[in-house]
């Protein structure tokens, strides 16, 4: 490896990749940290001895370490030693306790990731960093990224981070853009003020419960939570994405759901939803005391986190038209089977407002899509690959166009069931 590593140096290199892989830990070289030249290092699974001299890495842009056994002062020096350095990737290397990244002017992106690797403190002060991506699981670590003063896209995964320390480092972030916060589990109600934050993402934050926003040019909202409050100044969202991954239990459950759809009703005209099929299959006793939440969404994209086979299509449709009466569009996909995607494209007669005629009617603001609906088209598309298998058009004239979905989806599930044994039978057992 000495000899490899001996001529790459000798030959000049741009960029030195070097991976030794898991099964024995190789010790890189002195001569590293002194490589002028040199544009790229990417290690992995290796390990970096203190520098015997002051780091000369002069033209170093970008540092990736993977599972290279450091310390907290060799990290320090290396740095130091980089006054070009824009990429920074540090992934579970054990011994690093403490990473202070300071004073580097062309630093622009950052990417960390310790997975019970020990770390405990990161702070980063960077005239010129855009982008900071920090995943810690399973151990607490102090994170400061204020001093950061242009980040523009900030992602925080597994972090031990309250809502005190959120609000007070997005405050100090006035130009940040992108916010993704995923598993920081101990975060419970939140309050953002960002005036140019545009995409705001939330995963898996289990005990987060409520959040307000000040956020006036926020256009997409992706929240892969259940919360019970939400309060915002007026959005003007381009999309908006919301997973739930509780399954109903009861009417009070659906009526802090509706509650909380009903809150993006004004935002967009483009809905995002991922959930169990009985989310949205509203019991009837609520649909006839309640008004449908969603009355200005037109497009309407419902991913289904339920066994294809436990659904019924018309009732799923049924629910969704009364989520967001009037859509012009629909589609619905199952994630975790059979990569199928139906399309629904939806035309109605003139009049939608409830002028008495249908007793089903007289609890809505607008009248029940079943009461006004003229036309609807369905296609069905196999994903992969992306090919068309089948395109239907039924007309209100034509009869009831429920029975009509219905028929539809039992051949549609005929021929699913078929394709499954098929492929199951191809790839063997």
Request: net charge negative; glycine share 2%.
């Amino acid at each position: 490896m000495n000899r490899c590593l001996s001529y790459a140096f000798a030959s000049n290199v741009k960029e030195l990749k070097l991976d030794v892989g898991c099964c024995r830990i190789y010790n890189v070289p002195q001569i590293v940290f002194y490589l002028k030249s040199i544009y790229v290092l990417d290690f992995e699974f290796c390990r970096l001895e203190p520098p015997r001299g002051t780091v000369t890495l002069l033209s170093l842009r970008k540092l990736c370490l993977s599972f290279v056994h450091v310390d907290d002062e060799i990290i320090r020096d290396m740095v130091a030693g980089c006054p070009l350095i824009e990429y920074i990737n540090i992934n579970n290397c054990p011994g690093l306790k403490s990473l202070q990244l300071l004073g580097l002017n062309k630093l622009k992106e950052i990417k960390l990731d310790s997975n019970r690797c020990g770390l405990e403190r990161v702070y980063i002060n960077g005239v010129n960093v855009h982008s900071v991506d920090i995943k810690v699981y399973l151990e607490p670590c102090e994170v400061n990224v204020s001093s950061c003063k242009n980040l523009t896209h900030l992602r925080l995964d597994g972090l031990s981070i309250t809502d005190k320390w959120l609000y007070n480092q997005i405050s100090e972030l006035p130009f940040l853009e992108y916010l993704a916060l995923h598993y920081c589990m101990k975060l419970r109600s939140i309050n953002i003020s960002s005036p140019r934050l545009k995409e705001l993402v939330f995963e898996r934050c289990e005990e987060l419960v409520e959040f307000e926003l000040d956020t006036p040019n926020l256009s997409i909202f992706k929240c892969f939570n259940y919360v019970e409050s939400f309060s915002s100044n007026a959005l003007a969202l381009s999309q908006t994405l919301l997973c739930f991954i509780s399954h109903p239990v009861d009417n009070e459950w659906y009526l802090k759901f509706i509650k909380l759809l009903a809150r993006f009703n004004l935002c967009s005209n483009v809905l995002n939803l991922q959930c169990n099929h009985e989310a949205v299959l509203i019991p009837r006793e609520l649909r006839e005391i309640l008004c449908p939440p969603l009355t200005y969404h037109k497009h309407v994209s419902f991913s289904v986190l339920s066994e294809i086979l436990e659904v019924s299509l018309a009732n799923l449709v049924d629910g969704l038209l009364w989520i967001t009466p009037h859509a012009e569009t629909l589609s619905i996909e199952w994630p975790n089977s059979n990569f199928y995607e139906l399309s629904f494209q939806f035309s109605y007669k003139k009049k939608l407002t409830y002028e008495g005629e249908t007793p089903c009617c007289q609890s809505l603001p607008l009248s029940c899509w079943k009461h006004c609906i003229k036309e609807v088209k369905i296609e069905c598309t196999e994903k992969y690959p992306i090919r068309q298998i089948n395109r239907e058009s039924f007309s209100s004239e034509d009869g009831d166009i429920m029975e009509k979905i219905n028929d539809l989806w039992k051949s549609l599930l005929d021929m699913m069931i078929l394709h499954s044994k098929i492929f199951a039978e191809y790839d063997g057992p």
